[in-house]
């Protein structure tokens, strides 16, 4: 063997929060999914969400906002853990799948696709289309797969909507954290609560930006942190909305106030119940200009990095579209199928859900900037003239 043709020693990681700072919190491409910020080893970064904000930033000022001491020293945590910071969809495809995503691979890679429900008529009920979600947080707690889950639920008593980070070890924290908001909040942040509560294997229920950082952080090795997050449940998601909306739009425009909904759903236009038992839909393009800032670039609505992907999306009321993209995540599905929490159907029983699928990915694909890695383009057909 020559020395051309000797392996080179993988070239050593040096990217500190400077980079991270100057080429994704600054430059469009950061989601707000805090990775950085529960994979720091120092405490350094903290979580902005004024001003729909949502991104990380440092608290030490001696060095200015995209100065580190730590990295300086060679700390290299939160470039690690971010998954947008450069190559990632690459380095997470790889550790996940073990090869890269082909140009079809628009919704990313999948060992199966069904259409499933639970069989608890409280998850069908509480939950969103079908309770799928709550139904396998609550089975993988009750025979012990995970010890708790990373979710979000409603700010005091319901009526303001806006969401905050917690976490949920029983089944009745589930059901609380049951349903969907269509406002941000990153349930990474509940990682340090989960923690000094004991818990060592959690899961973690997130869009595509927040349910791609463990796997980034596997395979980066960032250590402890990206141990703990086993399963992920990824939420199919083409955007969040800034907490504005609810003033801005559905009051000043609709009338509708937030203390008087009770549940909101998107199928093709808002929807929304309210406390009077009754009903309303509003334009969902009306509502585009609400678009929080960290959604414009993400070119991930399938979560393809999660064990289990989940979307309300197709024609079939009542059936989620579930993508099992991971080898945990087709145990912990097929012994729910056989233990009767489940069931399901083919995904091919619902093709526009599937149409629906790739048509919103590529979508979500076509708008990642071209300055970026190409790699979430790949495939992508050039827009329409």
């Not at 001003?51 to 930033?57: I, V």
């Not at 690459?90 to 550790?95: L, Y």
């Not at 009745?172 to 942040?189: D, F, I, K, M, Q």
């Not at 990095?305 to 579209?321: C, K, P, Q, R, V």
Request: with cysteine; aromatic share 8%; charged share 25%.
């Amino acid at each position: 063997m020559t020395l051309t043709e000797e392996k080179r020693a993988p070239e050593r990681w040096k990217a500190e929060w400077a980079e991270l700072y100057s080429e994704v919190v600054t430059n469009g491409l950061c989601t707000g999914c805090a990775a950085c910020i529960i994979a720091c080893p120092h405490d350094v970064l903290g979580y902005r969400t004024e001003d729909g904000a949502y991104k990380p930033f440092h608290l030490e000022e001696e060095l200015g906002p995209g100065g580190c001491t730590h990295g300086l020293r060679g700390c290299t945590s939160c470039t690690r853990a971010c998954p947008r910071f450069r190559n990632w969809e690459t380095e997470a495809d790889n550790f996940l799948f073990g090869r890269s995503r082909r140009p079809e691979e628009q919704p990313g890679m999948a060992r199966s696709v069904i259409l499933a429900r639970s069989t608890d008529p409280e998850f069908a009920s509480e939950g969103q289309d079908g309770g799928v979600v709550s139904a396998i947080l609550t089975w993988c707690l009750e025979h012990d797969r995970i010890d708790a889950a990373l979710v979000s639920t409603l700010e005091g008593d319901g009526t303001s909507w806006k969401t905050v980070p917690t976490v949920a070890r029983t089944r009745a924290e589930v059901l609380a954290a049951a349903g969907s908001r269509y406002t941000y909040s990153a349930n990474t942040l509940a990682y340090g609560k989960a923690i000094a509560g004991g818990a060592e294997r959690l899961a973690l229920v997130g869009m595509g930006c927040q349910t791609s950082a463990p796997v980034v952080m596997k395979a980066r090795k960032v250590g402890k942190v990206g141990r703990r997050l086993g399963l992920t449940i990824g939420l199919m998601c083409s955007k969040t909305f800034d907490d504005s909306i609810f003033e801005e739009f559905f009051e000043a425009r609709y009338g509708i106030r937030r203390q008087d909904i009770t549940k909101i759903n998107i199928k093709g236009v808002f929807q929304v119940w309210l406390r009077d038992g009754s009903y309303r839909e509003v334009p969902l393009k009306e509502g585009h200009a609400w678009t929080r800032e960290g959604c414009k670039a993400c070119p991930d609505f399938a979560a393809e990095h999660a064990d289990i992907s989940a979307g309300g999306i197709g024609e079939l009321s009542g059936w989620t579209l579930t993508v099992i993209r991971s080898e945990q995540g087709q145990e912990v599905i097929d012994e729910m199928l056989a233990g009767g929490a489940l069931e399901s159907r083919p995904g091919d029983d619902d093709p526009k859900a599937l149409d629906l699928m790739r048509k919103l990915s590529t979508a979500s694909r076509r708008r990642w900037p071209d300055f970026a890695p190409v790699e979430p383009r790949l495939g992508v057909p050039p827009r329409r003239a």
